[in-house]
């Protein structure tokens, strides 16, 4: 059994949390996406100062929240890979520190890991092995998970992340950043009658790559499909039909990948993470789709699915359960595989 307080500070959320095992005993996430805001997108630098603002008071937090001290601790982790550089180190060099005045182990994460982990905070009782969707800003990967520190990634993204996808193609309908939730919102009211590429990813024998993706594809498809109907003339921009459209069409891309993967390796259980595991359209596909597999799917609280500290304390905590510890030397780095 292990406590520990936990530090993300990979991308544009500050987080703190403290986790024994896999039971949250307080989660602090402190939101930049207003500041971001104005610039339509999130500005490295911006982040990693509003970072060192933020994370003191918010680890202040957590404890309070929790109501313990740092006695009751048993080990310190930080986010330290993939992520902004100069965001990571933020965490990184904080978590250190810490661990060094208060002589506890450190540890550093990785973010898919705990993204992974987020799972086991949604439902305790998971076991692996299963298959992590992981659908986010910066990600889209299929994870066979099959025990802690044991992942297999069987498909990705080519190019832009699903989430990506959703922010730039809310960019050029104007619809301003994030936009996920905004094409998400507006795709209630529209039909589907745009047909789109599903950015299916061709192999050397010709055939199609049955996990990787590809978003960029689509999101130009939308770009040439929105002058097309802009010029026409006279005629309102059909949005809400552009946005159903769209979105239906990354829903299927991931829905028939994702179930593709868990039925080749007898996986029953997709468990989804990410920003984009919020979208209505992805939920409702992926659950019929699962559902008439005979698979389970386990859609997170959105909490839980988007960036928090929850999540890497969870990991660690299975980590240092086992013994594993960092060296006080590690530092960040912007790309690392899982
Ligand atoms: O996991 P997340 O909060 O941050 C990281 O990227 O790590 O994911 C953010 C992404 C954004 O691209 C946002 O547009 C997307 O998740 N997102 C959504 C929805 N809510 C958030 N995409 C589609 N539908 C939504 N309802
Ligand atoms: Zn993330």
Redesign the pocket.
């Known amino acids: 059994m292990a406590i520990v307080l936990a530090l993300e500070t990979s991308?544009d959320e500050t987080a703190v949390a403290i986790v024994e095992d896999r039971t949250v005993h307080a989660s602090v996430v402190s939101s930049q996406i207003d500041l971001h805001r104005q610039y339509g997108g999130i500005v490295p630098e911006v982040a990693s100062r509003e970072h060192v603002l933020t994370l003191g008071p918010a680890i202040e937090q957590a404890l309070a929240t929790a109501q313990l001290d740092w006695a009751a601790i048993d080990g310190i982790a930080a986010t330290c890979a993939p992520g902004l550089v100069g965001a990571l180190l933020v965490g990184v060099t904080a978590g250190k520190t810490l661990a060094m005045v208060h002589d506890k182990p450190f540890l550093g994460v990785h973010h898919l890991e705990g993204h992974i982990y987020a799972t086991y905070l949604a439902d305790p009782a998971l076991e692996p092995p299963f298959l992590c969707l992981l659908v986010?800003?910066?990600h889209t990967s299929l994870i066979q998970v099959q025990d802690c520190g044991e992942y297999v990634l069987l498909g990705q993204t080519r190019d832009d992340a699903a989430?990506?996808a959703?922010?730039k193609v809310a960019r050029l309908l104007d619809l301003g950043y994030?936009?996920?939730?905004v094409?998400?919102r507006l795709a209630r009211d529209g039909q589907v009658v745009f047909a789109l590429p599903e950015g299916n990813i061709s192999q050397p024998d010709g055939s199609s790559h049955p996990y990787d993706s590809s978003f960029s594809g689509l999101k130009t498809a939308v770009l040439r499909l929105v002058g097309k109907l802009r010029s026409q003339s006279g005629e309102a921009l059909p949005i809400a039909d552009v946005a159903a459209s769209f979105q239906h069409t990354v829903a299927t891309a991931l829905t028939k990948r994702a179930i593709a993967c868990a039925r080749d390796h007898q996986l029953s259980t997709i468990a989804v993470g990410?920003?984009?595991a919020?979208?209505?359209g992805l939920r409702q596909q992926l659950q019929a789709a699962a559902a008439a597999q005979g698979l389970r799917v386990l859609f997170p609280p959105l909490s839980l699915?988007?960036?928090n500290a929850a999540m890497i304390a969870c990991a660690a905590a299975d980590h240092l359960n086992r013994g594993h510890e960092s060296d006080l030397s590690l530092g960040a780095q912007s790309r690392m595989p899982l």
Request: hydrophobic residues 15%.
């Open positions: 991308c986010s800003g910066g989430g990506e959703f922010d994030p936009g996920g939730p094409i998400d990410g920003g984009v919020a979208n209505s699915c988007t960036d």
